[in-house]
C-alpha cells in the first residue's frame, strides 16, 4: 500500500521561504510520477510542480516559475517542494500525489492523475500573509 505524507507548510510573510517535503513509502510502480498540487478555497485544484520518474522530466506552473523548485531524495523516499519569494495568491492547500503510470511532468501536473493507480498526502497548508 502507498503512503504519502506531506509536511512543512505554515505561515510565512511574503516574499519568505518554505520548504514542503512528500514522504512516499510502499511504491512498487516501475514507472510513476509525482507532483504538487494546490487548492485554494473557491478555486479548482492547481498542478504546480511535478517529477516523472519515467522519463526524469520535470514541470512548474507559469505562475511559480523562478520561484519554486522540486526535488527528490531517493534515499530518504522524500521528494521537496523548496517555494522562495512567495506570494498571498500561493495560499492554499499544497498537496502531494503519486500516480503509478507511464507519464511526463507536464501531462502529470496539467491534466492531473486518471484516477485509477493515483495515491494522495492529506495536504499541508501553505499561508502566506503580513
Known amino acids: 500500500q502507498v503512503h504519502v505524507v506531506e509536511s512543512g507548510g505554515g505561515l510565512v510573510q511574503p516574499g519568505g521561504s518554505l520548504r514542503l517535503s512528500c514522504e512516499i513509502s510502499?511504491?512498487?510502480?516501475?514507472?510513476?510520477?509525482i507532483g504538487w498540487f494546490r487548492q485554494a478555497p473557491g478555486k479548482e485544484r492547481e498542478g504546480v510542480s511535478c517529477?516523472?520518474?519515467?522519463?526524469?522530466?520535470?514541470f512548474y506552473a507559469d505562475s511559480v516559475k523562478g520561484r519554486f523548485t522540486i526535488s527528490r531524495d531517493d534515499a530518504k523516499n522524500t521528494v521537496y517542494l523548496q517555494m522562495n519569494t512567495l506570494k498571498p495568491e500561493d495560499t492554499a492547500v499544497y498537496f502531494c500525489?503519486?500516480?503509478?503510470?507511464?507519464?511526463?511532468?507536464?501531462?502529470?501536473?496539467?491534466?492531473?492523475?486518471?484516477?485509477?493507480?493515483?495515491?494522495w498526502g492529506h495536504g499541508t497548508q501553505v499561508t502566506v500573509s503580513s
Open positions: 500525489g503519486v500516480e503509478g503510470r507511464w507519464v511526463n511532468a507536464d501531462l502529470f501536473c496539467l491534466r492531473g492523475p486518471l484516477g485509477v493507480n493515483d495515491y
Open positions: 517529477i516523472s520518474v519515467a522519463d526524469g522530466s520535470t
Open positions: 510502499g511504491v512498487t510502480f516501475d514507472y510513476y510520477a
